[in-house]
């Protein structure tokens, strides 16, 4: 089955430099790559997500980029701020088939150091 | 529009005791999930639901029963609880998205629910 191995499990960032965690998935039928951000005592909640056919996507501060051949995506966050500190998780799926099953990486606690 | 909620916050329980935990979602989901979250872990699938009356296993099912007999409500039970059972238990649901509106582009995210922390002495 899949497998998702996620870098670094924790990062310390100042405010204002860019923040770059990575992730390599095995399974090669994997074409669905979403980005969870979760906050203290919360829920995760998605931030961004890719699909196979794009190999970036944009969204204001933070951009994902993925490696098909490799099997490897990265999320990208720039000018880093406070709000930035959670642990955010990776993750790769199968798509829309049936329930699209997410496999999850371990977790990356970020801190943004004022 | 509260989301997905799940009852309770917290819970310890005794070895042997049993529990069941509940997620609520208003949004009319046909898809709902229960996770456990360990330490360097992250989140692992413990059961799955695509639609009222069906379930399925996820990565880690054993020790643990789920029902989805109402839409909106998926349940999950633990039986005979274990330490190895202590874990942060969290809730996610999503709409069922059709074949060619996946390929359109529509997300697959999954909303998840505020957790429960479950001890097991």
């Known amino acids: 089955g899949e497998n998702v191995e996620q870098h670094p499990s924790t990062l310390s960032v100042q405010e204002g430099d860019s923040a770059v965690i990575k992730c390599t998935y095995s399974d090669s039928a994997s074409n669905y790559f979403p980005w969870y951000k979760q906050e203290l005592g919360k829920g995760p909640q998605l931030i961004i997500d890719?699909?196979?056919?794009?190999g970036e996507k944009k969204d204001q501060r933070i951009a994902v980029t993925l490696n098909k051949t490799a099997k490897h995506f990265s999320l990208h966050i720039t000018e880093t701020q406070p709000e930035d500190s959670a642990v955010y998780f990776c993750?790769?799926?199968?798509?829309?088939?049936?329930?699209?099953?997410?496999?999850f990486g371990s977790g990356t606690r970020l801190s943004i150091r004022p | 529009n509260a989301g997905v909620t799940q009852t309770p916050k917290f819970r310890v329980l005794k070895t042997g005791q049993s529990m069941t935990l509940l997620c609520a979602q208003d949004m009319n989901h046909e898809y709902m999930y229960w996770y456990r979250q360990d330490p360097g872990m992250g989140l692992r699938l413990i059961h799955y639901?695509?639609?009222?009356?069906?379930?399925a296993k996820g990565e880690v099912p054993d020790g643990y029963n789920v029902s989805r007999l109402k839409k909106q409500n998926f349940l999950l039970g633990l039986e005979s609880a274990a330490p190895s059972q202590t874990s942060v238990y969290f809730c996610?649901?999503?709409?069922?998205?059709?074949?060619?509106?996946?390929?359109?582009?529509?997300?697959?995210?999954?909303?998840f629910g505020p957790g429960t922390r479950l001890t097991v002495t």
């Open positions: 639901s695509v639609g009222e009356g069906t379930t």
């Open positions: 996610a649901s999503r709409p069922r998205i059709e074949t060619s509106q996946g390929l359109a582009g529509s997300s697959y995210e999954q909303y």
């Open positions: 993750a790769a799926s199968t798509g829309y088939s049936s329930a699209s099953k997410i496999i």
């Open positions: 890719i699909r196979s056919n794009v």
